[in-house]
């Protein structure tokens, strides 16, 4: 049966609906962004443009970059938008969109979000790399799809504990990037660990600016948690909704975050946009090593 037109929705010159993309405008190698600046940020570096497009906070370029095609997504912030790229993208690939027929043979994507995130641990300081092995979902997107076979039930069930997560709020999922892109991005200066990924930038990730958080010691229960040498390193708003698709569809994923604030010691980077550069220009290189 094919996939009905309000489930999949096409633009009248059959690109897919929110990121305004045909099939030949992207390539398997694929980096987000959260930012639609960012996006030329990225790609100035390349060799060659071949295509460009901008649909609300959706900008797509593709090019290559030392010989590699590549293509450079701005996903917007949080996981309701990571939803609908990776949904969207991933139609691209593995869907006829002519006959709206999943395709028999599927296609991997990889997929590299470079990202800012904010320290949970005194010892991972501001202006450093850190690679995501692991992502724990605390926003509840991913409850909406069939997530047991790819989730990691004891890490969960151990941070549920160790926090006295309330019970109204969506149980934790605690899912793993991919291996085979984790090997390509590491090196020595690059910090690992397990990033909790939150719904909303101020109370989810307890801030407190004029409204009383339901915990306010959350914060704290979670930079203090390790379950078996995995501890929860840094806080942002996109990789478990990219890990937990990513491991559904049968793609590769990993999240590199440049450090920019550290909660621990309440510090921040006094340049920013450098140690993104810096982050951008490495990721790049290790993608086309």
Same mark, same amino acid.
């Given at each position: 049966m094919s996939i009905k037109q309000s489930e999949l929705?096409?633009?009248?010159?059959? +690109?897919?609906?929110?990121?305004?993309?045909?099939?030949?405008?992207?390539a398997n190698d694929i980096i987000f962004v959260g930012d639609q600046y960012r996006v030329d940020k990225v790609t100035k570096h390349f060799d060659a443009i071949e295509f460009t497009t901008q649909k609300r906070e959706f900008k797509t370029t593709t090019g290559t970059y030392k010989g590699k095609r590549l293509t450079v997504i701005s996903t917007g912030i949080g996981p309701d938008n990571i939803d609908i790229v990776f949904n969207e993208l991933d139609a691209l690939v593995n869907i006829d969109l002519e006959t709206r027929q999943p395709k028999e043979k599927l296609t991997?994507?990889?997929i590299t979000r470079i990202g800012t995130s904010g320290s949970l641990q005194s010892d991972?300081? *501001?202006?450093?790399?850190?690679?995501?092995?692991? @992502?724990?979902?605390? %926003? /509840?997107?991913?409850?909406?799809?069939?997530?047991?076979? *790819?989730s990691h039930p004891e890490i969960e069930n151990a941070f549920v504990k160790h926090t006295n997560w309330s019970s109204k709020k969506a149980h934790p999922i605690v899912l793993s990037g991919s291996k085979t892109l984790e090997n390509k991005l590491s090196s020595e200066n690059v910090y690992k660990g397990m990033t909790a990924t939150a719904g909303g930038f101020?109370?989810?990730?307890?801030? #407190?600016?004029? !409204?009383?958080?339901?915990? @306010?010691?959350?914060?704290?229960?979670?930079?203090?948690? %390790?379950?078996? /040498?995995?501890? #929860?390193t840094n806080l942002e708003m996109e990789?478990? @909704?990219?890990?937990? !698709?990513?491991?559904?569809?049968?793609?590769? +994923?990993?999240s590199m975050n440049a450090i920019i604030a550290n909660r621990a010691n309440g510090t921040f980077s006094k340049d920013p946009g450098k140690i993104v550069t810096q982050l951008i220009e490495y990721t790049l290189d290790k993608l086309v090593e």
């Open positions: 929705i096409l633009n009248p010159d059959g +690109s897919v609906y929110h990121l305004n993309l045909k099939p030949e405008h992207i991997t994507l990889n991972i300081l *501001v202006d450093s790399f850190l690679l995501s092995t692991h @992502a724990i979902d605390l %926003n /509840g997107m991913l409850h909406f799809y069939q997530i047991d076979a *790819v101020y109370g989810p990730q307890g801030r #407190v600016l004029r !409204l009383p958080l339901q915990d @306010a010691e959350l914060n704290h229960k979670i930079d203090n948690f %390790n379950h078996n /040498g995995i501890r #929860v990789t478990s @909704a990219i890990y937990g !698709l990513a491991n559904l569809l049968g793609h590769n +994923s990993c």
